[in-house]
């Protein structure tokens, strides 16, 4: 079976940063693009972060362009999310996700999921 672990998640004062991670089976996850999305209590899921195959290219949300990095490592299974500078705004579940093919910004496009791992910012 398919599976994605989120870990690295917590509380961070505003200003601090985390380094989110997700683990990844299956044979096939060479040939993923990753993607990272977020959802906070009252808040529909948002993109954040996407990575193509070979992590190449990339993708950010405007709202966390140059503070926020995703980044894999097919040796490992793994893809990751590094946060500095953050904002109580970044507050929420972080959950990454898989597809086959290029990277989107659509969650109905990507067809593996992790549970997630909660990012709390305070101020």
């Known amino acids: 079976q398919v599976q994605l672990v989120e870990s690295g998640g917590g509380l961070v004062q505003a200003g601090g940063s985390l380094r989110l991670s997700c683990a990844a089976s299956?044979?096939?996850?060479?040939?993923?693009?990753m993607g990272w999305f977020r959802q906070a209590p009252g808040k529909e899921r948002e993109f954040v972060a996407a990575?193509?195959?070979?992590?190449?290219?990339?993708y950010y949300a405007d709202a966390v362009k140059g503070r926020f990095t995703i980044s894999r490592d097919n040796a490992k299974n793994a893809v990751y999310l590094q946060m500095n500078s953050l904002k109580p705004e970044d507050t929420a579940v972080y959950v990454c996700?898989?597809?086959?093919?290029?990277?989107?910004?659509?969650?109905?496009?990507?067809?593996?999921w992790g549970q997630g791992t909660q990012v709390t910012v305070s101020s």
């Open positions: 996700a898989g597809r086959l093919l290029t990277y989107t910004t659509h969650a109905s496009d990507y067809n593996y």
């Open positions: 299956g044979r096939t996850f060479s040939t993923w693009a």
């Open positions: 990575i193509n195959w070979n992590g190449g290219s990339t």
